[in-house]
């Protein structure tokens, strides 16, 4: 399979392979941005002292996390036009990636908030710190130093899921190796490059992983 | 219309029903499969042996930083161009079992790891042989911190397994992109999906959930 691997045709279709690895990059960031704040919000609401606010953010998260992504997609695919909302794609699948990892980042979030003990809290309040002087040097260096290693975990698998969207014909990596597998049937090529431009994304996420917890991690917090 | 619609898909209940069917059969044999080479890679990676453990690295690294349904996409259309056919649902089960076996893997190896190294001494110390060591002394503690990531993997896999959709494994999640086009209400038709991935999630999101906190509770210290 292997001797009759056409480095030709990858070199031919390479303009299209940079613009879909483009798509991918920018679907995934505006979903990573999208989420992060859906995240901070439903994290805010399922924290609330009102039981009501809380229980709606309860059943978003579950529900989200008990469905796959490619069922919620098909849900918004098909079911916002039987609602009379027609949007482009694009604006769908970054909605579904959006409020799926959203879900994920808010119990994120909020395993980094409650891991911090309450007494440093109180100690920061009886120091004389102020609420902005607490967050800037107690909480969020620690909750940002717990939570930065999950939350880009988190960002993998969103550029990852982000392939589903070739599924409702959103043009990115996946959806490359697809059009090279019905153009030239050359699955083989269309696909292992497709892996590869993924792989380089992975990597790049994955030093960065690497790198920030020698910066940021704060030992005593573990 | 939404009375039409709705009777309508309460007479293809049936056709559900055996998408459900087909989720758990699809899951449930990866899910065995997995766990068992899964726990096999894991043994070996925790282990000394460097060759063995820079391998099964950089096969994980591979599975984790490829979408699912690039992988999927990769079995099922190059292993025929190697010469083994397959049909989709084993090509699913193959894809699925690796995609767990690689992620229980590293709970496995990490959960290994996490056993103090005084216990292994002390074993050796005692004569057990390694074998004995691994099934009386490192094994039964290391579970601790394995199950409940193990099963949280387990949920994982079942929404995982809502991919193979796309190389036409008749799943839920197919069962409801073949019944959307005869009963056009997007909505409904795949909020009956996401309630039949609840129902098998849910409770093992729970499950998960449980031991958590019953693992925390005997606590991390020897």
Redesign the interface.
């Known amino acids: 399979?292997l001797e009759t691997f056409n480095f030709r045709v990858i070199w031919e279709y390479m303009p299209l392979y940079l613009q879909c690895f483009q798509a991918t990059l920018w679907l995934s960031a505006v979903s990573l941005l999208g989420a992060i704040l859906v995240g901070i919000i439903a994290c805010a609401m399922r924290l609330s002292q009102t039981k009501t606010i809380s229980r709606i953010a309860g059943i978003y998260i579950?529900?989200i996390?008990?469905?796959?992504?490619?069922?919620?997609l098909?849900?918004?695919?098909?079911?916002?036009?039987?609602?009379g909302l027609m949007l482009p794609e694009w604006v769908t699948g970054v909605l579904a990636l959006t409020l799926n990892s959203g879900a994920y980042y808010a119990e994120i979030i909020r395993a980094g908030i409650q891991a911090i003990p309450y007494g440093q809290i109180e100690a920061g309040i009886s120091s004389g710190l102020s609420y902005f002087q607490r967050m800037r040097y107690i909480i969020l260096p620690q909750a940002l130093g717990m939570t930065i290693r999950p939350m880009l975990g988190q960002a993998?698998v969103l550029v990852?899921?982000?392939?589903?969207l070739?599924?409702i014909s959103i043009a990115e990596l996946?959806r490359a190796?697809?059009l090279l597998?019905s153009d030239r049937f050359m699955?083989?090529e269309g696909?292992?490059t497709?892996?590869a431009f993924?792989?380089i994304i992975?990597?790049m996420l994955?030093g960065f992983s690497a790198w920030s917890e020698k910066r940021l991690i704060f030992r005593e917090a573990h | 219309m939404w009375g039409f619609y709705f009777t309508e898909l309460l007479h293809s209940l049936p056709f559900f029903l055996k998408g459900l069917w087909m989720t758990v059969a699809v899951s449930g044999l990866s899910l065995i499969a997995g766990t068992v080479i899964g726990f096999v890679c894991g043994i070996l990676r925790a282990s000394g042996n460097k060759i063995l453990r820079y391998i099964i690295g950089a096969w994980v690294d591979l599975i984790r930083g490829t979408p699912f349904l690039v992988q999927i996409f990769i079995i099922f259309f190059i292993l025929p161009s190697a010469g083994i056919e397959l049909e989709a649902f084993p090509a699913a089960v193959i894809a699925l079992t690796n995609l767990a076996a690689s992620f229980i893997c590293e709970i496995v190896a990490g959960g290994i790891l996490a056993v103090p190294s005084g216990q292994r001494e002390a074993a050796t110390a005692s004569g057990l042989s390694p074998y004995q060591q691994l099934r009386y002394i490192i094994l039964p503690q290391a579970m601790r911190t394995i199950l409940p990531p193990l099963v949280g993997q387990y949920v994982l896999l079942v929404k995982d397994s809502s991919v193979v959709s796309a190389i036409g494994v008749v799943d839920i999640t197919r069962v409801g992109w073949l019944t959307v086009q005869r009963i056009p209400e997007g909505i409904m038709v795949f909020g009956l999906v996401g309630i039949l991935y609840f129902v098998i999630c849910y409770p093992l999101i729970n499950l998960s959930n449980f031991l958590e906190r019953r693992m925390a509770v005997v606590g991390t210290r020897l």
């Open positions: 399979m579950e529900s996390r008990s469905t796959p992504l490619l069922a919620q098909y849900f918004f695919y098909f079911g916002l036009p039987s609602l993998i990852k899921d982000s392939s589903l070739s599924l996946t190796g697809q597998t699955p083989v696909f292992l497709t892996a993924y792989l992975y990597y994955k």
